[in-house]
């Protein structure tokens, strides 16, 4: 398995400001993710993260809003752009191991 | 699109009951995962089923995948106070992979 980082771990952040969160892994992996997981709910798949290329969002996340870099095998950013307090969640880069997930430790993001 | 859904949405157990969460997909799966997620933290996956029926065992966790692989459920018995969190199952069609709607579980001492 991976070893996953995630920074910051935590932010309170203001109306209308953007905050990137970084994510590095120990070892080179294909596939990376970044999910949205909502207080008390699900974890929600925001985007794939390819390396060299566009992320690939799903549906109801647009790039404007949450613009994705992985500009190597061990390391991808999520931007959180333009918040509102509807944005106040945990932020989890997750990284594929065969079929398996791999979750890092998480962002709490909360907008005031 | 594909749903997951998990009942229940909740569970309070004394500790050394059994407990159950049942995960049903809308679609057929090619596999089907078990992640735990203790309070505060991040989901850590625990076991993978892939064959129709199957069924594994981990310690006190019961694992078993339906016969049509649109459903699964976890049994744990005689609960522990470490046996607290949510548990989420996973469907995997194609390349996705979709969450389960979780099922937190409460032990009390």
């Known amino acids: 398995s991976a070893v996953i980082s995630q920074k910051p771990s935590r932010d309170i952040c203001q109306r209308g400001t953007s905050l990137t969160i970084q994510c590095q892994v120990d070892s080179q992996v294909t596939m990376m993710f970044w999910y949205r997981q909502q207080p008390g709910q699900s974890l929600t798949l925001i985007a794939t993260?390819?390396?060299?290329?566009?992320?690939?969002?799903e549906s109801g996340f647009v790039i404007d809003k949450f613009p994705i870099s992985r500009p190597n095998l061990t390391f991808s950013t999520l931007t959180v752009s333009n918040m509102s307090p509807e944005d106040s969640s945990i932020y989890l880069c997750s990284v594929a191991w065969g079929s398996l997930r791999f979750f890092g430790p998480g962002t709490r993001l909360t907008v005031l | 699109g594909q749903q997951v859904m998990q009942i229940p949405q909740y569970q309070h157990v004394q500790e050394g009951e059994d407990f159950t969460t049942y995960c049903n997909s809308s679609?057929?799966?090619?596999?089907i995962q078990w992640y735990k997620q203790r309070p505060g933290g991040h989901p850590v996956f625990l076991i993978q089923l892939v064959k129709s029926g199957e069924v594994k065992k981990q310690k006190r966790l019961t694992f078993q995948f339906g016969e049509a692989k649109k459903n699964s459920s976890l049994h744990i018995t005689a609960t522990q106070t470490t046996d607290v969190g949510t548990y989420f199952c996973a469907g995997q069609n194609t390349d996705k992979l979709i969450f389960g709607t979780g099922t937190r579980l409460q032990v009390f001492p």
């Open positions: 679609t057929t799966l090619s596999n």
């Open positions: 993260a390819n390396q060299g290329s566009e992320a690939t969002y």
